[in-house]
């Protein structure tokens, strides 16, 4: 059994995600989720502890995952989680090419190994940013989140304006 780190933003958690950490609990046995976050620069949509709030309420039927909110490097957070690597989800060729240059940096740096899951095939259009946007102009996302994520998005949105 390891223990491995998965970071993200989660701007918001969806089901893209949630397939991901089923497959790492399954593989690995211990899975850490860290919301990264910049409490200097506050970014996105959703606050942190929304983020953390959906993660944990969606995760909290699979054994061996926890969820923690993180500053800074993820090569830290995998130490401070004493993750054996990072996992990171794989949807496109294009998340190949963002993925392997931070894994690449990830290993330059610290020596921190990362490790691709490929989701599953009826996931890979699922992405937050288009989630934000699609519940910002009232459209329908009931196949890639909860009804209570679209909850906490348009709560934001309408504190925004
Ligand atoms: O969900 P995202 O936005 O694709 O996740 C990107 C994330 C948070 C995993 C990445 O930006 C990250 O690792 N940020 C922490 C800061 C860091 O380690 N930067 C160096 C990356 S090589």
Redesign the pocket.
Known sequence: MSTVLY?????PFHYGHLDVVTQAAELFGSVVVAV?HNPQKPSGVLPTQTRLDIAQKMLSDIPGVTVQAFG??????ARSAKADFIV?GLRTPGDFE?EQ??AH??YA?AHVRTVYVPCQPGLSHVS?RFIRDIVHYGGDVSSMVPAFVVDALQKSFSARS
Do not use: E
Request: proline share 5%; aromatic share 4%.
């Open positions: 970071p993200g933003s989660f701007d990264m800074g490097l993820a090569v830290d957070a990171k963002v240059q931070m940096t990830n740096v937050s």
